[in-house]
C-alpha cells in the first residue's frame, strides 16, 4: 500500500510561491481588461509558440504531490486506465464508514488527481469518519470529449461494485465535485439511475457546476461576467475547446444564438430567471433579443446531452427545482474559491465557509 510523499514545509512554501504569482496576474490583468483573468495571457503566450494555453494553466494549477499524513493510508490506483486516489483512516472504524467519490475540476483540460485540494481532504476525512475516494480522468486535448465523463462513469461503477472492501455505509455514499467535477457529477448521477448496480448514490454535492449551456445570460452570469479567476467569455471558450469546437462562435453563444425559439420555450419552467429569488437578481438586466443562428446551434446541439440542466453561483437553485429534492445551497464565493482553501493568508473566508458547509452536508446527509 504505497504512501504518496513530499516534504511537507517545501510544499506548502513552493504552493504559496504558486498563488502569490497567480494571484499577482490575475488582479494586474483584470485591473486592465475588465476582469478577463489571465486566459488572455495564455492565448498571446501560445500565439507566439512559447506555451499552449491548457499546458501553461496545468503548470499553474496542476498540485503538488499529497504530504505524507500519518492517520492516513494513500492508494494511488487505476481502474481500467482510468487514475483513482483513495484515502482511507489507518485507524479501524467501530462502525462502517460515510464514502465521498470527488471529481475534480479544469473543465476536462486542467487539473488532476494531485491538486484535490489537500486540506479539503482532511477535513472530509476527519474523526474517522469517511474514506475519500477521488477520480481523476483523461484530459482532453490528448483524449477527445466525452472521454472524461467516461472515465468517471467508469471508476465510479467500478468502485461502487467494490466498496465492502473498503466497510463503507451503503446507504452514505456522497457524489461530489467542483466546477466541471461537479457538472461531471450530475451527469454520472443520472446515468446511474439506467445502470443496475449497488450500492446506489445517496447524495450529490456540485460545487460551483456547470449544468446548462442554453443560456448565458441567467442573473449569476452577468453579475460575474468580469470576474477575475473566471471571465464570462474565458468560460464559454473553455468549453468550446474541450468539445474540441471553434471559439469564433464564443459571441454567439453568450448572446444566445445558438439555441432556437422553441427550446427556450419547452425548457422555460426549468431555465428561467424568473424562479430565481429576488435576492440573488440584484441589478439584473433582461438580454435584448438575438438573432437565432441554425449553423452554431448545429454545432453545439451535443450540449443538449452533457449540459441538460443549470450552471455556476445561484443555478443549483434551479437545478433544485428540476430534481424536487433536498438542496443545501451556499450562497456566497467565486469560481475556483475551493483552491484556496487553507493556505493561511493566501486563503479567503468563502473557501472556508464553502468547505465546510459542503463536509457538514455530506456528513449530515
Not at 496576474?25 to 491548457?54: M, P, Y
Not at 479539503?120 to 482532453?140: A, D, E, K, M, R
Not at 446511474?192 to 450529490?204: D, E, M
Request: aromatic share 10%; hydrophobic share 35%; net charge positive.
Amino acid at each position: 500500500m504505497p504512501d504518496v510523499t513530499c516534504g511537507k514545509c517545501r510544499s506548502q512554501k513552493l504552493e504559496g510561491i504558486y498563488i502569490i504569482h497567480f494571484m499577482e496576474q490575475v488582479l494586474q490583468h483584470s485591473s486592465r481588461n475588465k476582469g478577463t483573468s489571465n486566459h488572455e495571457d495564455a492565448k498571446n503566450l501560445e500565439s507566439l509558440g512559447i506555451f499552449e494555453e491548457h499546458i501553461l494553466i496545468r503548470l499553474i494549477g496542476d498540485g503538488l504531490p499529497a504530504c505524507r499524513d500519518s492517520k492516513l493510508f494513500i492508494k494511488d490506483l487505476h481502474f481500467d486506465e482510468v487514475p483513482v486516489r483513495i484515502y482511507l483512516p489507518r485507524l479501524p472504524s467501530a462502525s462502517k464508514r460515510r464514502e465521498v467519490i470527488f471529481f475534480h475540476g479544469g473543465c476536462g483540460m486542467f487539473g488532476s488527481i494531485n491538486d484535490t485540494f489537500k486540506q479539503f481532504t482532511n477535513l472530509c476525512i476527519c474523526n474517522n469518519s469517511c474514506l475519500l475516494y477521488i477520480s481523476g480522468y483523461h484530459l482532453f486535448p490528448e483524449r477527445k470529449y466525452p472521454a472524461q465523463t467516461l472515465d468517471c462513469l467508469t471508476a465510479t461503477v467500478h468502485f461502487l461494485k467494490t466498496a465492502e472492501n473498503y466497510r463503507v455505509d451503503p446507504d452514505s455514499i456522497t457524489v461530489c465535485g467542483d466546477s466541471a467535477g461537479g457538472t461531471f457529477t450530475a451527469s454520472i448521477c443520472q446515468e446511474l439511475v439506467n445502470i443496475r448496480v449497488t450500492p446506489k448514490i445517496h447524495a450529490q454535492v456540485r460545487i460551483y457546476p456547470l449544468l446548462q449551456a442554453l443560456n448565458f445570460n441567467l442573473p449569476s452570469h452577468q453579475k460575474n461576467a468580469f470576474i477575475a479567476f473566471l471571465s464570462q467569455e474565458c468560460t464559454v471558450c473553455f468549453i468550446l475547446k474541450y468539445l474540441n469546437k471553434d471559439c469564433s462562435m464564443n459571441e454567439a453563444i453568450l448572446a444566445g444564438s445558438h439555441v432556437p425559439k422553441s427550446m427556450n420555450l419547452k425548457y422555460r419552467k426549468w431555465i428561467n430567471p424568473d424562479l430565481i429569488t429576488k435576492i440573488f437578481k440584484l441589478g439584473y438586466k433582461p438580454p435584448l433579443p438575438t438573432s437565432f443562428l441554425p449553423q452554431v446551434h448545429e454545432e453545439m446541439n451535443c450540449l443538449r446531452q452533457d449540459f441538460p440542466t443549470v450552471s455556476r453561483r445561484y443555478h443549483g437553485l434551479l437545478y433544485r427545482k428540476l430534481l424536487k429534492c433536498d438542496l443545501a445551497p451556499h450562497g456566497r464565493g467565486f469560481h475556483c474559491a475551493l483552491g484556496f482553501f487553507g493556505y493561511g493568508i493566501f486563503s479567503f473566508p468563502s473557501p472556508s465557509k464553502m468547505a465546510n458547509h459542503a463536509v457538514d452536508f455530506i456528513k449530515g446527509y
